[in-house]
Protein backbone atom coordinates (compact mmCIF):
# COMPACT_ATOMS: atom_id res chain seq x y z
CA UNK A 1 0.00 0.00 0.00
CA UNK A 2 2.38 2.26 0.63
CA UNK A 3 4.75 1.65 -2.33
CA UNK A 4 1.11 2.06 -4.58
CA UNK A 5 0.23 5.19 -2.99
CA UNK A 6 4.07 6.84 -3.26
CA UNK A 7 3.50 6.07 -7.14
CA UNK A 8 0.25 7.84 -7.16
CA UNK A 9 1.60 10.74 -5.40
CA UNK A 10 4.73 11.38 -7.17
CA UNK A 11 3.76 10.91 -10.96
CA UNK A 12 0.86 13.48 -9.87
CA UNK A 13 3.14 16.27 -8.27
CA UNK A 14 6.51 16.13 -9.92
CA UNK A 15 4.21 16.49 -13.30
CA UNK A 16 2.12 19.55 -11.90
CA UNK A 17 5.61 21.22 -10.40
CA UNK A 18 7.92 20.69 -13.56
CA UNK A 19 4.75 22.31 -15.32
CA UNK A 20 4.07 24.98 -13.16
CA UNK A 21 8.04 25.93 -12.76
CA UNK A 22 8.74 26.06 -16.33
CA UNK A 23 5.77 28.07 -17.34
CA UNK A 24 6.35 30.43 -14.52
CA UNK A 25 9.95 31.14 -14.90
CA UNK A 26 9.39 31.76 -19.02
CA UNK A 27 6.87 34.14 -18.24
CA UNK A 28 9.39 36.42 -15.74
CA UNK A 29 12.15 36.66 -18.31
CA UNK A 30 10.93 36.12 -21.26
CA UNK A 31 12.66 38.74 -23.40
CA UNK A 32 16.14 37.24 -22.79
CA UNK A 33 16.55 33.17 -23.92
CA UNK A 34 19.86 32.97 -21.97
CA UNK A 35 17.97 34.42 -18.61
CA UNK A 36 15.25 32.38 -19.21
CA UNK A 37 16.62 29.12 -19.26
CA UNK A 38 18.91 29.86 -16.36
CA UNK A 39 15.58 30.69 -14.32
CA UNK A 40 14.00 27.79 -15.35
CA UNK A 41 16.74 25.36 -14.29
CA UNK A 42 17.14 26.94 -10.48
CA UNK A 43 12.48 27.47 -10.64
CA UNK A 44 12.49 23.76 -11.70
CA UNK A 45 15.35 22.75 -9.01
CA UNK A 46 13.79 24.84 -6.49
CA UNK A 47 10.21 23.81 -7.03
CA UNK A 48 11.00 19.99 -7.63
CA UNK A 49 12.84 20.25 -4.32
CA UNK A 50 9.21 21.89 -2.53
CA UNK A 51 7.19 19.23 -4.99
CA UNK A 52 9.11 16.16 -3.34
CA UNK A 53 8.92 17.14 0.24
CA UNK A 54 4.70 18.57 0.43
CA UNK A 55 3.66 15.74 -1.63
CA UNK A 56 5.62 13.56 1.14
CA UNK A 57 3.44 15.16 3.54
CA UNK A 58 0.46 14.46 1.49
CA UNK A 59 1.72 10.47 0.68
CA UNK A 60 2.87 10.41 4.69
CA UNK A 61 -0.63 11.16 5.65
CA UNK A 62 -2.25 8.59 3.31
CA UNK A 63 -0.34 5.86 3.78
CA UNK A 64 0.47 6.25 8.03
CA UNK A 65 -1.15 3.86 9.41
CA UNK A 66 0.68 0.95 7.26
CA UNK A 67 3.92 2.69 7.71
CA UNK A 68 3.52 2.67 11.29
CA UNK A 69 2.43 -1.18 10.80
CA UNK A 70 5.62 -1.91 8.88
CA UNK A 71 8.70 -0.20 11.62
CA UNK A 72 6.29 -1.89 14.23
CA UNK A 73 6.84 -5.13 12.60
CA UNK A 74 10.76 -4.27 11.62
CA UNK A 75 11.56 -3.73 15.56
CA UNK A 76 9.14 -6.87 16.27
CA UNK A 77 10.93 -9.18 14.03
CA UNK A 78 14.48 -7.43 15.22
CA UNK A 79 14.03 -7.14 19.21
CA UNK A 80 10.50 -9.02 20.23
CA UNK A 81 9.85 -5.51 21.63
CA UNK A 82 7.53 -3.46 19.83
CA UNK A 83 4.43 -5.25 20.38
CA UNK A 84 3.82 -2.93 23.50
CA UNK A 85 3.69 0.45 21.87
CA UNK A 86 0.99 -1.01 19.63
CA UNK A 87 -1.37 2.13 18.41
CA UNK A 88 -4.70 2.24 16.79
CA UNK A 89 -5.26 3.15 12.93
CA UNK A 90 -6.98 6.29 14.51
CA UNK A 91 -3.85 7.33 16.63
CA UNK A 92 -1.87 6.54 13.60
CA UNK A 93 -3.61 8.98 11.21
CA UNK A 94 -3.72 11.59 14.41
CA UNK A 95 0.03 11.14 14.28
CA UNK A 96 0.48 11.63 10.93
CA UNK A 97 -1.50 14.80 10.57
CA UNK A 98 0.13 16.44 13.66
CA UNK A 99 3.41 15.34 12.35
CA UNK A 100 2.74 17.15 9.18
CA UNK A 101 1.59 20.08 10.76
CA UNK A 102 5.23 20.29 12.59
CA UNK A 103 6.87 19.94 9.46
CA UNK A 104 4.75 22.54 7.98
CA UNK A 105 6.03 24.89 9.73
CA UNK A 106 9.00 23.82 9.87
CA UNK A 107 8.82 23.99 6.23
CA UNK A 108 7.26 28.00 6.49
CA UNK A 109 10.56 29.21 8.60
CA UNK A 110 12.69 28.00 7.29
CA UNK A 111 12.44 27.19 3.04
CA UNK A 112 11.48 30.89 1.65
CA UNK A 113 14.92 32.10 3.28
CA UNK A 114 16.60 29.19 1.25
CA UNK A 115 14.73 30.45 -1.74
CA UNK A 116 15.79 34.01 -1.30
CA UNK A 117 19.48 33.20 -1.27
CA UNK A 118 19.14 32.23 -5.49
CA UNK A 119 18.86 36.35 -5.52
CA UNK A 120 22.61 36.51 -4.30
CA UNK A 121 25.23 37.32 -7.08
CA UNK A 122 27.21 35.44 -8.92
CA UNK A 123 26.84 32.29 -6.11
CA UNK A 124 23.07 31.98 -5.86
CA UNK A 125 22.65 29.72 -8.41
CA UNK A 126 25.04 26.90 -6.42
CA UNK A 127 24.16 27.88 -2.96
CA UNK A 128 20.35 27.85 -3.03
CA UNK A 129 20.22 24.14 -4.76
CA UNK A 130 23.03 23.25 -2.08
CA UNK A 131 20.73 24.74 1.17
CA UNK A 132 17.77 22.96 -0.91
CA UNK A 133 19.11 19.68 -0.92
CA UNK A 134 20.69 20.02 2.78
CA UNK A 135 17.10 21.26 4.19
CA UNK A 136 15.23 18.13 2.31
CA UNK A 137 17.76 15.67 3.50
CA UNK A 138 17.08 16.84 7.08
CA UNK A 139 13.28 16.50 6.41
CA UNK A 140 13.59 13.34 5.10
CA UNK A 141 15.36 11.79 8.02
CA UNK A 142 12.94 13.37 10.31
CA UNK A 143 10.19 12.04 8.03
CA UNK A 144 10.99 8.04 7.64
CA UNK A 145 12.32 8.30 11.47
CA UNK A 146 8.98 9.74 12.58
CA UNK A 147 7.54 5.94 12.58
CA UNK A 148 10.07 4.44 15.03
CA UNK A 149 10.55 7.58 17.56
CA UNK A 150 6.42 8.39 17.87
CA UNK A 151 6.98 4.57 19.71
CA UNK A 152 9.32 6.05 21.64
CA UNK A 153 9.29 9.97 21.98
CA UNK A 154 5.89 11.67 22.28
CA UNK A 155 6.53 15.03 21.40
CA UNK A 156 7.50 16.56 17.84
CA UNK A 157 10.09 19.10 19.45
CA UNK A 158 11.39 16.09 21.23
CA UNK A 159 12.04 14.14 17.64
CA UNK A 160 13.44 17.18 16.13
CA UNK A 161 16.15 17.57 18.92
CA UNK A 162 16.72 13.58 18.68
CA UNK A 163 17.64 13.98 14.71
CA UNK A 164 20.18 18.11 15.19
CA UNK A 165 22.00 16.12 17.95
CA UNK A 166 23.35 13.47 15.09
CA UNK A 167 23.48 15.74 12.61
CA UNK A 168 26.29 13.90 10.60
CA UNK A 169 24.28 10.37 10.56
CA UNK A 170 21.05 11.34 10.02
CA UNK A 171 22.21 13.84 6.86
CA UNK A 172 23.93 11.35 5.37
CA UNK A 173 20.32 8.73 6.12
CA UNK A 174 18.87 11.91 3.93
CA UNK A 175 21.00 13.07 1.70
CA UNK A 176 20.75 9.43 0.30
CA UNK A 177 17.37 9.23 0.34
CA UNK A 178 17.24 12.66 -1.70
CA UNK A 179 19.47 10.54 -4.46
CA UNK A 180 17.12 7.88 -4.89
CA UNK A 181 14.25 10.51 -4.66
CA UNK A 182 15.32 11.59 -8.36
CA UNK A 183 15.92 8.30 -9.62
CA UNK A 184 13.20 7.14 -11.80
CA UNK A 185 11.25 3.80 -10.69
CA UNK A 186 13.22 3.46 -7.62
CA UNK A 187 11.56 6.90 -6.26
CA UNK A 188 8.43 5.00 -5.67
CA UNK A 189 9.65 2.29 -3.41
CA UNK A 190 11.45 5.18 -1.34
CA UNK A 191 8.53 5.61 0.99
CA UNK A 192 8.78 2.35 2.33
CA UNK A 193 11.65 1.41 2.30
CA UNK A 194 12.93 4.82 4.09
CA UNK A 195 10.51 4.04 6.69
CA UNK A 196 12.46 0.47 7.04
CA UNK A 197 16.13 2.41 6.82
CA UNK A 198 15.07 5.03 9.29
CA UNK A 199 13.73 2.14 11.63
CA UNK A 200 16.97 0.03 11.54
CA UNK A 201 19.56 3.08 12.16
CA UNK A 202 17.42 3.59 15.09
CA UNK A 203 17.46 0.08 16.69
CA UNK A 204 21.16 0.33 16.01
CA UNK A 205 21.51 3.27 17.18
CA UNK A 206 19.47 2.89 20.23
CA UNK A 207 18.16 -0.80 21.08
CA UNK A 208 14.76 -0.29 22.64
CA UNK A 209 13.87 -1.33 26.17
CA UNK A 210 10.27 -3.03 25.53
CA UNK A 211 8.73 -1.83 28.62
CA UNK A 212 6.92 2.04 29.59
CA UNK A 213 5.94 2.98 25.99
CA UNK A 214 6.67 5.90 23.76
CA UNK A 215 9.74 8.42 25.83
CA UNK A 216 10.01 5.62 28.64
CA UNK A 217 11.44 3.25 26.09
CA UNK A 218 14.07 5.63 25.02
CA UNK A 219 17.59 5.40 27.23
CA UNK A 220 20.14 7.23 24.88
CA UNK A 221 22.53 5.78 22.99
CA UNK A 222 23.64 2.10 23.94
CA UNK A 223 27.47 0.38 24.12
Known amino acids: MPVAINIAVFIAGITLATIAAVSWAGHLVAGNEALRIAVQIIAVA ?5 AIFLFL ?40 IATAVGRLFLFILCYPPILLTALIPVIGFIVQPLLATLYLAFVLSLDFSDFVLERHMARFGEKVRYIRSRKALYLGFGLTAVAFAFIP ?15 LLFIEENGTSGEGGRAGAYRGPQP
Open 46 to 50: AILAA
Open 185 to 199: VIDFLLLPVGVAGAT
Open 57 to 96: IIGNIIAGPFNARLSEAIELQLTGRAGAFTTTIRQDVGRS
